[in-house]
């Protein structure tokens, strides 16, 4: 509910709770679905919302960033998420950097690309990318085209990719 306006604004959560090093982490994300069905219905404000929404890169634990991809991707949207994603890496000094395309929805081969062309600019400035949430559909996409992520570390769940991050050193 908002604090201000009293309106109720229909959201999906998703926490997940992991261990890394004998260390409890929650790892949440909210996602506001009010945009969301806006997209899926075609309005014009939706799409604009969507621009102007940057998809965060969260800071999980020392040197360990998280990008959760949820929603329609297109390629001004990914472009937009490479610049954000190669900046937090020199930023936080990152060594590892996961995209969790989980709530990842219609990718395509462009898309694929530029995903694999941020993974590939992050393993040049020294983090490691490992890939969670993979879908069946973006599977196959990923063995069939050209893209560069099929070499990537999968996990089949966010949690399954933290418990994969490298130590540093």
């Known amino acids: 509910m908002g604090l201000q306006t009293g309106k109720r604004t229909p959201i999906h959560m998703s926490v997940h709770v992991t261990q890394i090093a004998g260390v409890r982490y929650s ?5 506001d679905l009010t945009a969301q069905a806006s997209v899926a219905a075609g309005l014009a404000a939706a799409a604009t919302v969507e ?3 940057r998809t965060p890169v969260l800071r999980v634990a020392a040197g360990v960033l998280v990008v959760p991809l949820v929603g329609h991707y297109h390629a001004a ?6 610049q954000s994603v190669l900046a937090a890496i020199t930023e936080q000094r990152a060594h590892a950097l996961i995209l969790d395309v989980t709530g990842l929805v219609d990718a395509d ?3 694929a690309d ?3 062309r941020t993974a590939a600019a992050a393993r040049l400035l020294g983090a490691q990318c490992l890939l969670a949430g993979v879908s069946p559909s973006l599977a196959q996409l990923l063995v069939t085209s050209s893209t560069t992520l099929a070499h990537l570390t999968t996990a089949a769940t966010l949690e399954d990719a933290l418990a ?4 540093p050193g």
């Open 77 to 82: 949207r990914v472009q937009s998420l490479n």
């Open 51 to 53: 621009r102007n929404n």
């Open 164 to 167: 994969r991050v490298p130590r």
């Open 114 to 116: 530029y995903l694999g």
């Open 27 to 31: 790892i949440g994300v909210v996602v």
């Open 109 to 111: 081969e462009r898309v």
